[in-house]
């Protein structure tokens, strides 16, 4: 029999039906990537010397990473066994999700979201239940609250929200807490915390006290800019992060990452004017957009998202004409990551006659 005519290996076909993850789309040396939320600024000296120290490539890593865990335990005034340290905080999502929800239990999140969600319910054998977003593309909590049925293990709440850029504000966030079993895991995204300007938004540190049902999800990748390295962090109660625990692979993070990550700590300075002059970037490029005549809801990422319905390929191949890679969602928008000055340059001559294509 040769390889090519045996019985195909049975595999999971929930698994095997998955889409690949789609990263965005590399960009070749004249272009600008703004498709995967990345920071556009070089990593600081400091952070690139703290990782050539680290040369211990023969050894495991400390498994816990516990010195970035003190750090961040110290930055939050939280016990040290309240951090736990993934490589990438999707990976910290996977955790969670395989730690509370099994075969054919809920997973309730708002759509559109981050497009590793449903992914990572399937891995683990669960359902997704999806509530749609409101009209104005920010998570309609009251309607989450209403879809959460006894099958529910783990509720997601992203934000900012990836890729609408939308925040659940601190009241509603609040109010959502108040309704939902505290038997029942919630999970609040905050990959892009560090963005935020708008003074009535989520902050997830400071509400762990109150809910012993939450856990706040960060990560070295957007405003640290370590995307590279894979560092994100878990906070919460330490029953739910030693059960994310049980469920990791285990020496995912590398010494070099979590010192790349304790770098950046103490650069936090530094790194936060740079998250300041990506915020304000932001601000001033939606507002421009705005005067064209795009309805963009407010950004409080380092992306914003243009709802391009039917337009979306079309739009999307002109911006990659003109040397911009963004993010397409068939038929819904297109996300673009606040990239270089001349990128956003850029961006916005296209745009002034894009929204012409707009119906
Ligand atoms: N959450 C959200 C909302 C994201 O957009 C991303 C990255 N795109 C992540 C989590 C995961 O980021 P990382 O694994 O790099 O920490």
Redesign the pocket.
């Known amino acids: 029999m040769s390889l090519s005519d045996r019985p195909s290996v049975r595999l999971r076909p929930e698994i095997v039906a998955l889409p690949a993850y789609k990263q965005g789309k590399p960009a070749d040396a004249s272009a600008y990537k703004l498709s ?2 990345e920071n556009p600024f070089d990593p600081l000296p400091g952070v690139i010397a703290a990782v050539t120290a680290e040369t211990a490539y023969n050894r495991y890593p400390d498994s816990s990473a516990l010195v970035l865990r003190e750090h961040l335990a110290a930055k939050y005034s939280i016990g040290v066994d309240q951090v736990h340290i993934g490589s ?4 910290l ?1 996977a955790q969670l999700i395989l730690a509370a929800a099994g075969p054919d239990d809920e997973v309730l999140y708002s759509w559109r ?2 497009e ?1 969600y449903p992914s990572l319910v399937t891995v683990a054998g669960a359902v997704s239940v999806r509530v749609p977003n409101r009209p104005d593309h920010a998570h309609d909590l009251p309607e989450m609250a209403a879809a959460i049925s006894d099958n529910t293990r783990v509720v997601i709440v ?1 934000s900012p929200n ?1 890729p609408t850029g939308t925040i659940v504000t601190k009241d509603e966030f609040e109010a959502f807490m108040a309704v939902v079993p505290t038997d029942l895991l919630v999970i609040l ?1 905050e ?2 915390i560090e963005f935020v300007t708008q003074a009535d938004a989520v902050n997830g540190p400071p509400l762990l006290a109150r809910y012993p049902n939450l856990v706040v ?1 960060r ?1 070295f ?1 957007k405003a640290y800019g370590l ?1 590279g390295l ?1 560092v ?1 962090y878990a906070l919460g109660p330490v029953d739910i992060l030693n059960a994310a625990r049980s469920t990791a692979i285990p020496l995912s993070v590398t010494a070099q990452a979590a010192a790349a990550a304790i770098a950046s700590l103490l650069a936090e300075k530094e790194l936060l004017d740079r998250v300041r002059v990506i915020a304000a970037r932001r601000d001033a490029t939606w507002q421009a957009l705005i005067d064209q005549g795009w309805n963009i809801p407010v950004p409080q990422g380092n992306f914003l998202w243009l709802p391009t319905g039917a337009e979306t390929t079309s739009i999307t191949e002109a911006l990659s004409e003109a040397g911009l890679v963004v993010r397409p969602f068939a038929l819904e928008g297109i996300r673009i990551s606040i990239g270089e000055e001349q990128a956003v340059a850029t961006l916005l001559v296209m745009s002034a006659d894009l929204v012409d294509a707009l119906p």
Do not use: I, K, Q, W
């Open positions: 995967s939320n990438g905080s999707v990976a999502l979201s981050f590793a992203c990836n995204d990959a892009y999800l990560t990748s995307a894979r994100g």
